[in-house]
């Protein structure tokens, strides 16, 4: 066998092969032994049936085979003699061997372009110092106290209010008929944490124990239910109790209850938990700036194209998956494949530079992955997804996820060594009125002109901050409803 490398571009290649007659003629020999061990032919034992009768009998299988078979073994043995990693599917031109002929055919593939690599060890980084407020940990400390908390019944005639729990029956109806799943029978509500529609809220809160009412109410055009988004249905509910909670003080007791001995070993407990998580978020957006910065010092980047669609896939992959969880499509979001596609470019083309970076940065240091840390991975991912070992590591090698795997493991190290390599000045946290900081800033309340978001996740992350709810309550409600409940803050104050 002869090739010869052909340059397309930075990022293709394209291999032409000579196979001499030979070396054809020995590829179908072999499949044809093979055939010839397991041949069932009347008048012949098995394994005893001649050559020429079993490759008359099944030509077109072992000229198939035999073709397939020793283009694969040549690619292998092509790529291991080049050192070169395909980073996407090779696509083979080849006709069929033909007994006592030359065999020509030829590769294409992508691969990773030859980088010029930058300086990427002692450079200097800003980490973010992890710090842990007191706030924070009077949080953790309201919600274990509010999962201890004791529900007792008001005995007064009286309406309810906010922050007293309603034990109701509702049900949603369209044409006197009840909608399925929008529904429920002694079902506890807490008033006030925008765990319902507010139109529901304020009219469950003119009732008195043993009294039903309804009123009609519009879901929001994102409603997770799209067969009731943007529909408007009568909610009918009759009141049973209504319910106010005790909540304890903290004390050994409710301390024991949350798994800690007492209240300073569970203080010291949140405190540490806070602090590693804090400090691992920090070191992250920190590597992640190294390398971005980094990367942006690299002129020349051509990307493979079958690696940027890959991940787009990817991405797309994933925000199907997330949204499946909440029973909507990709439909939902009113945008067309493409449109989706063209959305992801950016982040794709930033994941694969980052990658195509680490594997050369890992090339160049000789890091390499053992088995054993491949294996180790694997047994973290089983416990991780409550998977049997073998299952998931047959699930790996049938799906040719080792090799990704692997590089992925790769780039970790490679991560690591950039940073471990790095000055990291620890700077302190930003805060509201830092201006000079790069880190996010929550969207502020105007006193003039009000405040208009450009999307919903700009409109929960405003309402988590100026409305005090919590953020998966902000995110039940629509965009439009989010808009409106900011003006009417803004107008009262």
Known sequence: MEYNVEEIS??????????????????LTATIALYRMQADVKGFRKGK?????????????????????????????????LSMQPMSRI???????VRDEDFNYSLEFEVAPKLDLPKYKGLTVEEVKAEVSEAEIAEVEGRILDNNAEVKIIEDVRQPKDGEV???????????????????????????????????ETMVKTLTSGESGETDVTFPADFINENLAGQTVTMKAKLHAIKERITPEMSDDVAKKAGFSDV???????????????????????????????IEGIKEFPLPPAMVEDRIDRLVQDLEYKLDRQGKGLQSLGKSPQELRDGFKDEAESTVKTEIFLLAVAAEEGLEISPEEIEATLSQLAVQSRQPLHELKKYYEDNNLIVPLKDRLL???????????????????????????????????????????????????????????????????????????????????
């Open 411 to 493: 780039c970790d190290k490679a991560s690591e060594l950039i940073y471990d390599a790095a000055e990291i000045k620890e700077i302190e946290p930003p805060t509201e009125g830092d201006s000079g900081k790069k880190a996010a800033k929550k969207p502020a309340a105007k006193k003039d002109d009000g405040v208009k978001f450009g999307s919903k996740a700009e409109a929960v992350e405003w309402a988590v901050a100026n409305l005090g709810i919590k953020e998966s309550t902000a995110k039940g409600y629509s965009l439009a409803k989010l808009q409106e409940r900011a003006d009417k803050f803004l107008a009262e104050k």
């Open 91 to 97: 696509d083979v031109d080849a006709k069929e061997l």
């Open 264 to 294: 300073e070993t569970m203080r010291k407990g949140i405190l540490e938990s806070y602090m590693s998580q804090r400090k691992q978020m920090n070191k992250s957006a920190a590597q992640s700036e190294l390398l971005r910065s980094i």
């Open 10 to 27: 930075p990022v293709k290649r394209k291999i032409m092969v000579e196979v001499p007659a030979e070396e054809v003629n020995g590829a």
């Open 166 to 200: 309603v034990t109701l029956t509702f049900g949603a109806y369209q044409d006197d008929k009840v909608v399925e799943g929008i529904q429920a029978e002694n079902f506890d509500l807490v008033l006030g944490e925008g765990q319902a529609l507010p139109e529901f």
């Open 49 to 81: 049936v001649p050559s020429s009768v079993v490759e008359g009998k099944y030509r077109k299988q072992i000229y198939g085979e035999a073709t397939t078979d020793l283009i694969n073994y040549q690619i292998n043995e092509i790529m291991s003699a």
